[in-house]
Structures are given as structure tokens and as C-alpha cells.
């Protein structure tokens, strides 16, 4: 999958440039996005050219994730308490990116299966013909 968007899209929406140590950073971050949203996205679209609500969708879960500090869980401000684990969870789409990419998602749906009983062969056979 092509990356959905570049740099220079997510330097746009954040209102300055994308410093050069960032860059890579924001870059691998954006090839992380693009191939989640493909996952997420099973529906038919045009793998060619997507949809520009992908590129949206891609630069505002990288702006998401450049805001979460790595390691950092939670933060209070009143007081000053932070947590810090492992690992922060932020490789993931959220709900929102997800309402927006539903359309191009499959939709599960189900058909009904009906049963017949089976017909008497008294019905389907003339009445001058003997049952077999």
C-alpha cells in the first residue's frame, strides 16, 4: 500500500513545518496509518487513487500520535501526577477514523434460507400413473 499522505500534508494541518528530526518520525508514523486504514478499509474502492477522506483520516491519526508521548499512559495537570508503562497504546485507529472510513468497509450481511416440505407424489404425478 502507498503511503496515503506525506509530510508535508501532516505539516499543514499541525500549522508549522515538520522539523528535520521529526521527519522520520512522522514519516514511518504515516506508512503505519496508510497500512491500517487498507486493513481496516475491506470494502471496494480504488486502490490507484483513494479517496482524499484517506488522507485526512491518515494526517489527523499521525497528528494524534505525535500528541502522546511514548511511554506516558496518563497525565494530570492539578497536581502534576504521571504514569508511565511499557508502552503508550497509540498504533491503532480510533473510533473516530473508523466512523469516517465505515462507508468503504464490507458490510456484513445475511439471506434467509428456506425449507420446503416435500410435496406428495400424489400432486405431482397424473392420476392415472401408478406410484412408483
Known amino acids: 500500500m502507498k503511503r496515503l499522505a506525506t509530510a508535508e500534508d501532516v505539516a499543514a494541518r499541525l500549522g508549522r513545518p515538520v522539523l ?3 521527519r522520520p518520525r512522522v514519516e514511518a508514523l504515516l506508512d503505519d496509518a496508510s497500512a491500517l486504514i487498507a486493513e481496516h478499509c475491506t470494502g471496494s474502492w480504488d486502490r490507484a487513487t483513494p479517496p482524499a477522506s484517506f488522507k485526512v483520516i491518515a494526517c489527523a491519526e499521525v497528528i494524534r500520535w505525535l500528541s502522546v ?3 506516558v499512559v496518563s497525565e494530570r495537570t492539578g ?3 504521571v504514569q508511565f508503562a511499557a508502552s503508550a497504546a497509540t498504533a491503532g485507529l480510533s473510533e473516530a477514523a473508523k466512523s469516517g472510513l465505515r462507508r468503504y468497509r464490507r458490510g456484513l450481511s445475511s ?3 428456506t425449507t420446503w ?3 406428495p407424489v400424489e400432486e405431482v404425478l ?3 400413473t401408478p406410484n412408483p
Do not use: F, N
Request: hydrophobic share 20%; glycine share 6%.
Open 20 to 22: 528535520d528530526d521529526e
Open 69 to 71: 508521548t511514548p511511554g
Open 79 to 81: 497536581e502534576l501526577e
Open 111 to 113: 439471506i434467509r434460507l
Open 117 to 119: 416440505d416435500p410435496i
Open 126 to 128: 397424473p392420476s392415472d
